[in-house]
């Protein structure tokens, strides 16, 4: 399918995807934000990675909806917390590659087993580390001996890493027949 043409698809490694980083905890706003803030925060962070002109990657209405569903919390007097941004941040990037039932199972199963603190900056770090490892051509390896919960975390976030490198691949296969 890609024969003879592996050169192009060589430097597809960008620095927006290099120095892929989601905010830790303890890098979310100290201060509870209104939607239109919440989602320009969002978009600020994830639009170069999976957004785009036409497709944004959280609209006020899908945060909507997402509460009416009880993904997430209902905000506090129309303010969000750092709970809610983490699971937003956490809905955005697995909905690229999961139903949002599937990612609400997850959330739970997440929720059920660690503090949120921990479960969401652990979501981050596996995240970042397959990206990078996906976008190096490295193996990404998943150990036999850590928890059901910490396999299935390896699992999810290596999903999106490789959906995310297909999308570039096809990015540059695009930009480069025009």
């Not at 002109?53 to 007097?77: C, F, G, L, R, S």
């Not at 193996?139 to 999106?160: G, M, P, Q, R, T």
């Amino acid at each position: 399918m890609f024969m003879g043409k592996t050169d192009k698809y060589k430097n597809i490694k960008d620095k927006k995807i290099t120095n892929f980083h989601i905010p830790r905890w303890a890098e979310l706003p100290d201060i509870d934000v209104y939607l239109d803030q919440l989602v320009t925060y969002i978009e600020k962070y994830l639009n170069p990675y999976i957004g785009s002109e036409d497709t944004p990657v959280i609209t006020k209405t899908m945060i909507n909806n997402y509460v009416k569903q009880q993904i997430i919390p209902a905000p506090n007097k129309k303010k969000y917390r750092k709970d809610h941004i983490a699971h937003i941040f956490v809905i955005c990037i697995l909905k690229q590659v999961y139903s949002i039932n599937n990612i609400s199972n997850l959330i739970e199963l997440a929720s059920n087993t660690t503090k949120l603190i921990l479960a969401y900056d652990q979501f981050c770090s596996e995240l970042e580390n397959a990206v990078t490892t996906v976008f190096n051509g490295e193996e990404y390896k998943i150990a036999d001996n850590i928890s059901i919960e910490h396999k299935l975390l390896k699992s999810v976030v290596l999903s999106f890493a490789h959906k995310l490198y297909v999308e570039k691949v096809f990015l540059v296969e695009n930009n480069t027949n025009k």
